[in-house]
């Protein structure tokens, strides 16, 4: 078993990445224009959970004001198509990602999510959440760091646990989008499977693990939050599943913090796993080759 | 290895669900009453589905008309808190579920979509819609019911494709909720694990799986759908999983009626795996203790 305490661990970090994660907080492009209102935000491939954060503050799709669109790839004419850009037509279109001809360069990356957001907060006039988000992830990120020992170190300790175990990631409806999110993340980063289960999940539960018992992967349960559904869940699950992980709530004010907050906490328990099965926790190379075929 | 031609297999099946899955059209409850329009439609628990679909012909929330609210339990005060109430105070709001005091009764059932949305669509006067569901439902039903043997029916084909398999939907944008839809189904009848990828799939096809390839339990990837993304999936998915199941075309007008054929396929496979595997396939007793406690 390798040890996330020791040095020769991080040569697996090939690109890097522990630098991406330790300098999130303040990076990727500002506005260099003013952007006039209301504000509509759509979002594709890999700036789909950015453009469903905006909810918070923005509306989907403006006729007026200023329409984002985040490009995030993949989308196979997705944001060009479907009347998309028809029904803003009023609206001065403001694009970001890594197409060609965007107005705003956001490269592709499995952090970018936490890009995109700033972007728009910052052109929004959300200073203040942004603030709140920052704060929030640099208190996550002075326990998370590779510096900070197993021992202290919720994240390298959370990467133990899901070691030959498949997470099922369980978040209260008031995150909308974090579950897949962390799917997402933990594919990109932890080159590894997990599931979140469909709406209506404490059916799913119960029922879904019931043929066969003892089949394939071990589940780790990660579970969100602190409301009701949340203890029927884990009631249900204790008896189901291999292991439960608890997340405990993060020193965050808003949802907005706080869903940034497990976000994070999942990326580097993610590099930590990527590490500990000693493959590349940057994705680069693989998704290049992916970008030049669509 | 059980048989599904043959009639000792279908003992198993003791709540007798195959009868709900034949006489799936036209049961549920019916309008008694007149609707005023505009119609707004949310849906809680098992509702949550069949209200995504009704977004095709109804608002989410009205202040002015009918308010209907699928109360499919396990909503620990979603329905009744949230402000839902306050925010279509002007609207009549016409309650069903199994809930107490609800205004149209509709009992939990894996099947119960079906009947929430027939019930949405006379009440709209979406008869036409209704009847072109209703038509590509009993021809899918014609192939699929346990008289047809297994060389010709794709669901009993389908069940034994997913044997001792994790099945991963792999579904077009064009059917939201549909993916999270055939997991449940798939744990409610076929008491099995299935999953969904993320929104920007393409990207977690390629990483999820890169850590440990040889992990857990195959997955059978099931494509629904034959447009390019899934032309990429397939390429992607070809070298990665166990074994690709391609769901072809149902005979179906609109995107509906196609949605729901794609569904009753997959709970009629999960019908026949629940049999292969010796299981229950209904769930009222498992899922009455859990309303019960909830």
Redesign the interface.
């Given at each position: 078993m390798r040890d996330l305490d020791a040095q020769e661990t991080y040569l697996a970090d090939r690109l890097g990445l522990a630098f991406d994660l330790r300098d999130l907080v303040g990076s990727g492009p500002i506005p260099q224009a003013r952007y006039a209102p209301p504000y509509g935000v759509v979002g594709f491939?890999?700036g789909?959970?950015a453009a469903q954060l905006a909810r918070d503050f923005a509306l989907e799709l403006t006729a007026t004001g200023t329409q984002f669109v985040l490009e995030?790839g993949?989308d196979?004419g997705?944001a060009a198509g479907a009347g998309l850009y028809a029904s803003v037509s009023g609206a001065e279109i403001v694009r970001l990602g890594f197409r060609e001809n965007v107005e705003v360069e956001v490269p592709a990356h499995p952090l970018a999510t936490y890009r995109y957001l700033r972007f728009l907060l910052l052109a929004t006039g959300q200073q203040a959440e942004l603030a709140r988000i920052d704060r929030a992830l640099l208190l996550e990120r002075d326990r998370l760091r590779p510096e900070v020992g197993l021992s202290k170190n919720p994240a390298k300790f959370m990467a133990y646990s899901l070691l030959?175990r498949?997470p099922m990631w369980v978040v209260p409806?008031r995150y909308p989008g974090l579950g897949?999110?962390l799917?997402?993340t933990?594919?990109?980063i932890?080159?590894?499977?997990?599931?979140?289960?469909?709406?209506?999940a404490?059916?799913?539960f119960?029922?879904?693990?019931?043929?066969?018992h003892e089949?394939?992967?071990p589940i780790a349960a990660v579970l969100i939050g602190d409301?009701?559904?949340r203890s029927?869940a884990q009631e249900?699950l204790e008896s189901r599943v291999d292991t439960l992980i608890e997340l405990p709530e993060p020193e965050a004010e808003g949802t907005l913090a706080k869903a940034l907050c497990y976000w994070y906490r999942v990326a580097w328990a993610s590099y930590y796993?990527?590490l500990l099965?000693g493959?590349e926790p940057g994705?680069w190379e693989?998704?290049d080759n992916?970008r030049q075929?669509?």
């Open positions: 491939g890999e789909w959970w995030g993949y196979f997705g030959e498949t409806d897949q999110a799917q997402q933990f594919s990109r932890g080159k590894s499977l997990s599931f979140t289960p469909p709406p209506s404490l059916e799913f119960v029922t879904a693990l019931e043929a066969r089949q394939g992967d409301d009701e559904r029927y249900i796993l990527a099965y493959v994705d693989v998704l992916l075929a669509t």
